[in-house]
């Protein structure tokens, strides 16, 4: 079973897909299940020109990088995380930690001046009812500590400097 954490237009749905062969794929959204049917199985996302979800047809577009999606209503945002994959916290190699998804900051661990090691808790960031550690990418000195306390927080906003 695949594990997706998809953001829509800023709002966070934790997506399982279970595809069983075929053309008909069972998905639980935020634990609702729904039956979707995939009319062409050997197209890419990209390629896909409509699903059928529950019974009701819903014509769609995505781009090549998956970034948006144009449905009936207009057009989204898109983010799209792989919960059963464990990779790397989104940084820029320099020291800036970001926020991976999109977040409410609960704790903020370290102060400017603070001594850390890599893996070590940097901030608590609250998605989708489940805590998230991000850590820190190497060792080092905490130079500065955009986050605070009860702060929503964008994916890529930088929330600890690490030198």
Known sequence: MTRL????DGQAYEV???AGGGDTCRVTVN?????VVVPQTDATVVDLEWLIVNGWPYEIAFDANLQWLKAYDGLHTVEVQDLNQRVARPRS???RVKAPIPG???RVLVAPGDSVTVGQALVILEAMKMENEIRAPFDGVVTAVP???GQSAPRGQVLVEVK
């Open 5 to 8: 954490l998809v953001t829509l």
């Open 104 to 106: 409410l900051i609960s």
């Open 31 to 35: 634990g609702e299940a729904l039956s």
């Open 147 to 149: 986050a605070t306390v």
């Open 16 to 18: 399982e897909l279970d």
């Open 93 to 95: 190699g320099d020291g």
